[in-house]
């Protein structure tokens, strides 16, 4: 009695556990709103809402932060999440959550961490190396998830603009 009523407690509060977005599939003929390029600005490519996305050329040159958010996730996510964002024994396939879930929400579990029984993600908030980059992260995984851009380094990248280095000047302080 008492641990049925646990279980669907449990199932309440944690209803994204249930769902995991890292498990489910990305349909690729659906359509993603948080994935179309809407504008560009200085090498920053955004959504018609304003949400960082990814640009590959027909050529295959990606734009400066899925170049840079490769970098930054293999130094900082991919020891717990797996090579290219596929996911390990014991971290989500991260490229599945940064198309499945909001950007918002993908933006939090990141800054504030989230731990759901023994599985511990942790918080990045005050580690300017994945703050700064959070966005290329991002962006990099998304990426991935819809299957722009193949597993390894891209080979080809557009420039770092004049934006991008003042903007990581100005935050990494
Ligand atoms: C020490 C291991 C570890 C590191 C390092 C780590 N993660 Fe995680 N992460 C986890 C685990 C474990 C989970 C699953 C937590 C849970 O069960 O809720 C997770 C969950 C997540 C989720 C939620 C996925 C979903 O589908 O709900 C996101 C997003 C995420 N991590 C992003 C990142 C990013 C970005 C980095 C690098 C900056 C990173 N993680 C580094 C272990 C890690």
């Given amino acids: 009695m008492k641990r049925s009523a646990l279980t669907l407690i449990a199932a309440a509060a944690f209803p994204a556990a249930a769902l995991a977005w890292s498990d489910q599939p990305v349909d690729l003929t659906k359509d993603h709103p948080e994935v179309p ?3 560009e600005e200085d090498g920053r490519y955004l959504t018609e809402d304003g949400i960082p996305t990814f640009h590959v050329a027909e050529d295959g040159t990606v734009d400066w932060m899925t170049f ?3 970098r930054r996730y293999h130094s900082e996510c991919h020891v717990c999440h797996g090579p290219d964002g596929e996911g390990s024994t014991y971290a989500p396939k991260i490229k599945n ?3 499945n ?6 933006i939090d579990v990141v800054v504030n961490g989230r731990t759901v029984g023994n599985s511990v993600m942790p918080h990045f908030g005050d580690n300017r190396n994945v703050m700064c980059f959070l966005d290329d992260i991002y962006v990099y995984l998304k990426a991935r998830g819809m299957d722009a851009i193949p597993r390894g380094r891209p080979a080809k ?7 991008f280095r003042e903007a990581e000047d100005a935050c990494m302080g």
Avoid: L, R, T, W
């Fill in 101 to 106: 879930m909001e950007y918002y929400d993908f």
């Fill in 97 to 99: 959550s940064a198309v």
């Fill in 68 to 70: 840079s958010g490769f």
């Fill in 37 to 39: 390029v809407a504008s």
């Fill in 157 to 163: 990248k557009e420039p770092k603009s004049d934006a």
